[in-house]
């Protein structure tokens, strides 16, 4: 029997991919908007974490049920659809100069500043009042970064982690 790839299968519809979709929506909302609402009524800490703790267990088995009730087509058209959606507003591949070492700015300065922020913090105006706010900063203008670099950026980070990636100088380049 031959085996039926994801992009040859036909779009699932009807009231599984409905039920999935609804089941998979729960999944991801009950944490999201669930956790918050028990943190803030105020209960005991023991019970505040044994019912996140629950709802958190929950998510997981109800976003597996989901997958269940599509099946593998289902399944297979949602992920197309949000990897689609996602690939559109991901990164281009090339990116200019100018953009390109704006973005090396970006990337290096929070983990520069991450680095001496400890030793310098008396130099560094309201640094000890606000560490969460430079930290949040320092953490946003990181990932935005990874934007502006564009997609070889990607590529280059992702080598790091492999023992046998060997950089590959175009004559262009320079």
Known sequence: MADISENTMPP?????????????????????IGVPVITMLGLDTAI???????????????????VAVMGKSGYAFIKQRVF???RQYGPPSEVSRPRYLLGLVMFSCPIVFGWVAPYASGMIPAYDDNQTAFAIIGDVILLSSLFVLGGDFWDKLRALFFHRARAVYSPASG
């Open 12 to 32: 699932a519809q009807g009231w599984r991919l409905k039920l999935g979709i609804t089941l998979f929506g729960l999944s991801i909302a009950a944490p999201v």
């Open 84 to 86: 689609g959606l996602l």
């Open 48 to 66: 505040t974490a044994t019912i996140t703790g629950i709802m958190l267990v929950s998510a997981e088995v109800l976003g597996v049920v989901a």
